[in-house]
């Protein structure tokens, strides 16, 4: 007996909760084997899982309620998951994303698109893979929450640097007084940041600082959430106001004068 639910697209009903897990994830996988694979191995963790097998229900879903994860395959029917991602994200900007991936060419295309996923993998995929990349998601989400009360408690959690205002404790961002909506991965990203003005890192140091250890990341991760960032913070459109790239070495955030 697993601990999840399957939707089916006919009914779509709500999600029925069985027994009571510390975190809930939404598998979004129209693929029945591998949905179910992968829900009776995450419900492992433990996680109570549901899954939804079509692009709108699973829309619909992942909107309705707070998740502890998504894991969102890019190829399902009705709506695909690299639009369902972006719909997902201009929702709530918090929940943290698995995107799987059939091909490289499509995962060129996750990382082109910066969608706002927190990370990636490709199929096929090993199963203590799976369970990493999706602990790793979590274990974030419960440290940053720590990391929050324990901010409130004693550390600064404002910041200034020229037009940008980082708060910890909201995990919000404005630029010139504009909000600026990021993941929570680009979010932990710039307050690691903002935390060092001037320091340079590598894209080593960052994986372990900011995705944390036992993450089997690769650069490419580090530099696709780098260019959100940027992106949001206006650094494509003038000279690098705020991350600046160093060649052959990493990233460093100042201010430009
Ligand atoms: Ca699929």
Redesign the pocket.
């Known amino acids: 007996m697993t601990n999840m639910t399957y939707l089916d697209p006919a009914t779509r009903p709500m999600p029925v909760v069985v027994g009571h897990a510390p975190h809930s994830i939404l598998v979004i996988?129209?693929?029945r084997d591998i949905a179910e694979l992968i829900a009776l191995h995450l419900s492992d963790l433990p996680a109570h899982v549901t899954l939804a097998n079509d692009g709108p229900g699973g829309l619909q879903l992942a909107l309705q309620q707070a998740w502890d994860a998504i894991v969102l395959?890019i190829?399902?029917p009705g709506l695909n998951g690299l639009d369902l991602c972006r719909r997902v994200r201009a929702q709530t900007s918090h929940v943290p994303i698995l995107m799987l991936t059939a091909r490289s060419g499509e995962l060129d295309r996750v990382l082109g698109l910066e969608l706002g996923a927190d990370d990636y993998l490709t199929k096929p995929f090993s199963v203590p893979e799976l369970q990493a990349r999706v602990k790793a998601l979590l274990r974030r989400s419960a440290v940053t929450a720590a990391r929050t009360t324990e901010a409130m408690a004693q550390k600064p959690t404002l910041v200034e640097q020229g037009t940008l205002t980082v708060d910890r404790v909201q995990r919000r961002a404005w630029l010139s007084g504009v909000e600026v909506v990021l993941t929570p991965r680009e979010f932990d990203l710039l307050w690691h940041f903002v935390q060092h003005p001037g320091r340079v890192f590598t894209r080593t140091e960052l994986l372990a600082d900011v995705w944390g250890h036992g993450h089997d990341g690769y650069d490419h991760t580090v530099n696709s959430h780098i260019n959100r960032l940027r992106s949001k913070l206006g650094d494509e459109r003038a000279e690098a106001a705020f991350i600046h790239t160093v060649w052959g070495v990493g990233y460093r955030f100042e201010v430009a004068k």
């Open positions: 996988e129209d693929e395959d190829r399902l």
